[in-house]
């Protein structure tokens, strides 16, 4: 009989464990091959375990929400639900997708069995969540959450065994941030921009990539700080965060950390502005700089930067004499 234990953010099944988000790569690496089966409509993949009656489910669609909550890791890391195929019934009937066997086995939350009184209603059946003490002795939801398929209130244990279909889903709880945004200039030399888009390539490479430039600014972070409710779910620039590092002061004894800047559709700054931003026009990219700004950075040897050789033959002219490489990173054909 198999066992799967649901944990405060994680799973165990059958002594294997599994921290959420999970990725398929530790996927196999505890449990084996899947078959994997990619739904063309909904753009999700299912990763089904014939043999325990599980499938797991991951989609690029649940990486946004996995920002918001601070639980992101990589785009990897798209698998945070799996379904418990008790019954041998269809669960989701816009999907052809169900494992060749029944799961057969117990569910268990942290090694207690479900309390049936403590379940509410949900639609197609029953939600449970309890509650844990977390780390600062404070009581908080389960990070992972069971619903279980029933159109009966019959007992869902038949002993320890499970008799309901579940889907077991990962749902973090972002934390709170106690980082202050308000600007506020040092009391030292600040580093000089001319041009706007430069100066957030130098921000990326300090904050995101360094770590070493501070406050780390997060979108929904600054949103709470500020008491606002802006719409993040766009491609187009919010201005409160385009304003935030427009006026940002970086200090100069950061230049000096400043050797290469590689910049890519993905980069973190440009998910700050424009959260859902496909990289693919050309709102952050820059072709020429002015001497001043450059000769600040007396480290950089190479910069990748957005458009084609073409675009960039200007940028390129100016910094070979100060030694500096720049490669094109055409996003659209030339």
């Not at 798209?78 to 816009?94: D, H, K, N």
């Not at 992972?144 to 065994?161: E, K, M, N, T």
């Not at 230049?255 to 496909?278: C, N, R």
Request: glycine share 6%.
């Amino acid at each position: 009989m198999s066992t799967v234990d649901i944990l405060d953010n994680a799973v165990r099944i059958n002594g294997h464990f599994l921290r959420f988000p999970v990725s398929y790569d530790e996927l196999k690496a505890e449990l084996g091959e899947a078959r994997v089966c990619f739904n063309e409509r909904f753009r999700d993949t299912d990763y089904v375990y014939d043999e325990l009656g599980i499938i797991f489910n991951g989609s690029p669609a649940y990486l946004n929400n996995l920002k918001k909550k601070k639980a992101y890791i990589d785009n990897e890391h798209m698998i945070i639900s799996l379904t418990l195929y008790v019954t041998g019934r269809q669960v989701y009937g816009f999907k052809d997708t169900k494992p060749e066997k029944q799961y057969e086995g117990t569910l268990t939350f942290s090694g207690q069995n479900i309390i049936q009184e403590k379940m509410w209603r949900s639609p197609g059946g029953y939600g449970y969540q309890p509650n844990i003490v977390n780390g600062e002795g404070k009581e908080v939801l389960n990070h992972v959450s069971a619903s279980l398929y029933s159109d009966d209130d019959q007992p869902i244990y038949d002993g320890d065994r499970i008799t309901k279909d579940v889907n077991i889903t990962f749902k973090p709880e972002r934390p709170k941030s106690n980082e202050n945004f308000n600007i506020v200039i040092p009391d030292e030399e600040c580093l000089v921009f001319d041009t706007y888009n430069f100066k957030l390539a130098v921000v990326n490479e300090l904050m995101y990539n360094q770590l070493v430039l501070k406050p780390y600014f997060d979108i929904y972070d600054y949103m709470a700080f500020k008491k606002a409710h802006w719409n993040l779910e766009t491609d187009k620039n919010i201005r409160a965060a385009v304003k935030y590092f427009k006026e940002l002061p970086v200090p100069a004894r950061f230049a000096d950390l400043v050797a290469k800047i590689e910049m890519d559709g993905s980069d973190e700054i440009y998910m700050q502005i424009a959260p859902e931003w496909d990289g693919r026009d050309d709102r952050f990219d820059f072709h020429k700089l002015t001497e001043r700004e450059i000769s600040q950075f007396r480290n950089l040897k190479k910069m990748t930067v957005f458009g084609n050789s073409r675009d960039t033959a200007g940028l390129k002219k100016m910094c070979e004499p100060l030694g500096i490489e720049v490669e094109p990173l055409a996003v659209t054909a030339e």
